[in-house]
């Protein structure tokens, strides 16, 4: 487990009261090794890592038994082997985990409208209204896990709370596979145990500067004068993390929160300098982003790439274009245009990634057409792929320059 996700059980058992808790944090166990085990029962059980084999991989998921053994998401492949070389490594089938995300967001959406994503495999959800259908909250969570475990073949962990802060430590003190519920007149029994490190906004420098004061806990941190935290931490942060300390978090469950951006990024196996496979790269990027602003009826005004040189040192480089778009034609020209102004044309780079940001929905966007310029082109032409992939599967429709020649020692 991560050190974010490393919630120790407080002592008190704070009971099953959900009076006055109408917020769910609804988070999948392992989300994407338990999808791979969903289809792969065989290894229930056994020590599982999710990720690209290779050098340069990292660990995006593992399975509860690969995680007594150190290994947690983020890892490089090449640190978890070594802490459980008798793990098995499972490639990544990121299309599969959307797929099930997507209908585990509709499972939500079942019980109630108020449902926020905060990542594939987590959401807050307000229950408050489904009461007089549906029962209290903590049925209702009980509800929601058995139909997901029921349809989707995964399980997931529900924390009930009086507010999204708490619901979500909750969800991660009843990991794997359990429902825990805060009660509200019981919030502050339950925070003062935990470490400061359990706090939203607290990472490990900010968890050194608190340890100074000689803060260690939450409750800590709740005994510690306001203006002595603001003094350390700055205004905003000092008078954030007070309000935390004792419970405090009045923000609603947003639904639909919008994309701020929409990018991709790849790490190679190994470096690579040459600027013709560099600029392959940045299309099968400009593609995935673009295919996924039309997936979701964004256009975007802002292209940004980013370059990482082999010794980690990162350089962005962005544009703004005249009109917002989600075509992969303009998006790779744009790629290609900031990566030769960049002067890494011919400097060996670890990875690339290409971002979309200032999105905006797509329906009210409008285009001046250039002169001489047909009004039908390229965008039509990726949404005819669009529908073709949907039909015939991911790699149904490729630009010739990323279809790979036969037997060049590159599994499809």
């Known amino acids: 487990m991560s050190r974010k996700q490393q919630v120790p059980r407080p002592g008190a058992d704070l009971g099953a009261d959900d009076t006055g808790c109408p917020i769910l944090h609804v988070d999948m166990d392992a989300f994407y090794a338990g999808v791979e085990l969903r289809d792969r029962p065989d290894l229930r059980g056994t020590p599982v890592i999710i990720g690209a084999p290779g050098a340069r991989g990292v660990v995006l998921s593992a399975t509860y038994e690969a995680r007594r053994f150190g290994v947690h998401s983020a890892m490089p492949m090449t640190r978890a082997r070594r802490l459980c070389p008798q793990a098995v490594i499972i490639p990544p089938?990121?299309?599969?985990?959307a797929e099930v995300s997507r209908r585990v967001m509709e499972i939500f959406q079942t019980f109630t409208p108020e449902v926020e994503p905060i990542a594939s495999d987590e959401a807050f959800l307000d229950v408050g209204g489904a009461r007089k259908r549906l029962g209290p909250p903590a049925a209702i969570?009980?509800?929601?896990?058995?139909?997901?475990?029921?349809?989707?073949?995964?399980?997931?962990?529900?924390?009930?709370?009086?507010?999204?802060?708490?619901?979500?430590?909750?969800?991660?003190?009843?990991?794997?596979?359990?429902l825990f519920v805060v009660p509200a007149d019981r919030v502050v029994d339950f925070l003062h145990p935990l470490p400061v490190a359990a706090l939203w906004g607290v990472g490990e420098r900010t968890e050194r500067s608190?340890?100074?004061l000689g803060v260690k806990t939450v409750g800590d941190l709740a005994r510690t004068p306001v203006d002595t935290l603001q003094r350390e931490l700055g205004q905003a942060a000092g008078a954030h993390l007070a309000a935390l300390a004792w419970g405090r978090d009045e923000r609603p469950v947003t639904p639909d929160v919008p994309d701020k951006s929409i990018g991709a990024e790849e790490t190679f196996a190994t470096d690579i300098a040459d600027p013709?496979?560099?600029?392959?790269?940045?299309?099968?990027?400009?593609?995935?982003?673009?295919?996924?602003?039309?997936?979701?009826?964004?256009?975007?005004?802002?292209?940004?790439?980013?370059?990482?040189?082999?010794?980690?040192?990162?350089?962005?480089?962005?544009?703004?274009?005249?009109?917002?778009?989600?075509?992969?034609?303009?998006?790779?020209?744009?790629?290609c245009a900031l990566y030769a102004a960049s002067g890494l044309e011919n400097v060996h780079l670890r990875l690339v990634g290409v971002r979309v940001e200032n999105l905006s929905p797509a329906a009210g966007a409008t285009r001046q057409l250039g002169l001489g310029e047909r009004e039908t082109g390229w965008r039509e032409a990726e949404q005819a792929m669009d529908r073709a992939v949907r039909r015939f599967g991911q790699d149904a429709v490729l630009p010739a320059s990323l279809v790979r020649p036969p037997f060049d020692g590159i599994d499809p």
């Open 276 to 335: 013709a496979e560099i600029r392959r790269e940045l299309l099968r990027l400009s593609e995935r982003v673009a295919a996924r602003l039309r997936k979701g009826g964004s256009v975007g005004r802002t292209v940004s790439v980013k370059l990482r040189r082999a010794d980690f040192t990162t350089l962005s480089r962005s544009r703004s274009l005249r009109e917002p778009t989600d075509v992969a034609k303009i998006l790779y020209d744009v790629s």
């Open 141 to 178: 969570a009980r509800m929601i896990r058995e139909q997901v475990e029921r349809e989707q073949g995964i399980t997931c962990s529900v924390g009930v709370a009086s507010s999204k802060f708490v619901a979500k430590l909750a969800s991660q003190h009843c990991k794997p596979d359990g």
């Open 210 to 212: 608190l340890a100074r």
């Open 93 to 97: 089938s990121r299309g599969k985990y």
